[in-house]
Structures are given as structure tokens and as C-alpha cells.
């Protein structure tokens, strides 16, 4: 997700995403376990984009509730992940295809922060 945000592409995301569910696999692993709930959203949406066939990933919390009864594991991540594809599709790819992207200047004209932290004589 984090690798999304910073080079503002949803396919380098996505191949990142197969790619660890894709190393997760190699492990023998029957599913993944992740804490963050971003990162849940985008392997479940990366799987669901794969033609592979990927071990689900599951949130910590998923599997707490799960050990204590409150609710069987089911295909809440498939229904989400296909919710926020169908957003991405919709609203992220035209933005990212556009020539329209803002772009930072050089940060060297950003005012250094020594300078902005220094009181007043």
C-alpha cells in the first residue's frame, strides 16, 4: 500500500501485492497473516487481480475473532477487495493516466527547517 502512495501507480502496486502473496506461497503457507488494514485490502485486491492461484491474507484481528468464536473467517475479503477494485478502476486509474498529476518542484526551494525552528532575537 505504502508503495502505492509513494509512486502514485496501482500496477506497481498490484505486482508487488502477487509478488509477496506469490513468495508467501513458496513457503508452503496456506494463508498469509498481516496487522495492517491497508495492506489487507490491497493483497486481497492484488489476489483477486492475479491469475494465480495465491493464499488468502488475513488480518491479525480476522484471526483473533475467529479463535474466539465472535465469527467464522469468510469472503469478506473478496467482497472488499472487489469493492475497492471496482473504486480504483473507476477513480485511480484515470487520475494516474492523466497528464494532469501535480508534481513537486526540487526540494531544494522548500525553506530548510533549521530556519523555521529558530526563535525570534
Not at 9 to 18: D, F, R
Not at 91 to 101: A, D, G, I
Request: glycine fraction near 8%; charged fraction near 25%.
Amino acid at each position: 500500500m505504502g508503495g502505492v502512495i509513494a509512486a502514485y501507480s496501482v500496477t506497481s502496486g498490484l505486482k508487488s501485492g502477487i509478488a509477496r502473496l506469490s513468495e508467501a506461497k513458496s513457503t508452503g503457507a496456506d494463508f498469509l497473516v498481516d496487522y495492517c488494514g491497508g495492506c489487507n485490502w490491497f493483497f486481497g485486491t492484488s489476489k483477486l487481480m492475479s491469475l494465480k492461484r495465491l493464499p488468502d491474507a488475513y488480518h491479525v484481528l480476522q484471526l483473533v475473532q475467529h479463535a474466539t468464536g465472535e465469527r467464522a473467517l469468510n469472503d469478506d475479503n473478496k467482497r472488499v477487495a472487489k469493492k475497492i477494485m471496482n473504486a480504483t478502476m473507476r477513480y485511480l486509474v484515470p487520475r494516474t493516466m492523466s497528464r494532469k498529476r501535480f508534481w513537486y518542484g526540487s526540494l531544494e526551494t522548500f525553506p530548510k527547517i533549521s530556519n523555521l525552528t529558530k526563535k525570534p532575537e
